[in-house]
């Protein structure tokens, strides 16, 4: 079996992969530009209410647009570019924290863009608001508590750390 072209086929899915994430978040970004304008369009007759609504929306349109863009930033440079073969503590340490941070940022203004919602339309949904506020919490302390106890395995291969660190030098 000739696994250099097996390992060509991955290397191709996470091209195409990180391609549509970033086609995906272009399509988010232009739809985001189009309710935009429906928001601000002096022309357009409708309350302040619904306008600030759609300037909501809009922000959580692009929070999404970046989190695709992230993800497929961290692909290409991850999983494409990268010439070093990492181990899988190297790998579990360093391409999910890159996802998980966008994720808890995501989350984060999603919640505000629901908190805002629900004080001007349902103040009674509020706690959804807010269940939506903990879950980045949430993920943030799990992780926090897997890369502390995940450090025994980077104490046991710090040869693969540097070649990362020297990887991430050449794809910069």
Known sequence: MNFKKIHAVFVAGHLVASVLFVACAIALVVLAMMDLW?????????????????????????????????????????EVQRDVPMSIPTRVRRFPSRFMIVLVVSLSIKSLVAVFQFVHEEPSDLLYAAAIGLVPAALMAAWGVFIKLNRSAEELEPEAIQWVKQEDEKVE
């Open 38 to 78: 429906q928001a601000v369009n002096p022309t357009n007759p409708v309350t302040i209410a619904v306008r600030v609504n759609t300037v909501l929306e809009t922000i959580a349109l692009l929070t999404v647009s970046v989190a695709s863009f992230e993800l497929g930033q961290t692909i290409m440079e991850e």
